[in-house]
Nanobody, 127 residues
Framework: QVQLVETGGGVVQAGGSLKLSCAAS????????VAWFCQAPGKEREFVAA????????YYADSVKGRFTISRDSAKNTVYLQMNSQNADDTAAYYC????????????????????WGQGTQVTVSS
């Protein structure tokens, strides 16, 4: 299985930006779907965004559409999450997840569709 390591979390002021990275080791992301989920204290893990490695199709939760961008770098075997115009509701631990198949727009939003997870990186938006 692929091992995932997230970096880039931190503290940002409301309206600011952060860029998260998810680097894979052990296997390449080819033919995978890679997603970002977030989990705030006391809440369930929620889908944020996903990208299919095969055709670079992207999907977003309504709450982040227009503010966040998921992208990939094949040479670095890395997926990114650019987060702009952040607000307090974005405060959470962010997790990278990989599923070893092409996932459609319904399946890619479900955490059970993914078999590999990173350790998470904390994002805190201060007002």
């Amino acid at each position: 299985q692929v091992q995932l390591v997230e970096t880039g979390g931190g503290v940002v002021q409301a309206g600011g930006s952060l860029k998260l990275s998810c680097a894979a080791s052990g296997r390449s992301f080819s033919s995978y779907t890679v997603a970002w989920f977030c989990q705030a204290p006391g809440k369930e893990r929620e889908f944020v965004a996903a990208i299919n490695w095969r055709d670079s199709s992207t999907y977003y939760a309504d709450s982040v559409k227009g503010r966040f961008t998921i992208s990939r770098d094949s040479a670095k075997n890395t997926v990114y999450l650019q987060m702009n115009s952040q607000n307090a509701d974005d405060t959470a631990a962010y997790y990278c997840a990989a599923g070893s198949q092409y996932l459609g727009p319904i399946q890619n939003r479900k955490s059970e569709s993914y078999h590999s997870w990173g350790q998470g990186t904390q994002v805190t938006v201060s007002s």
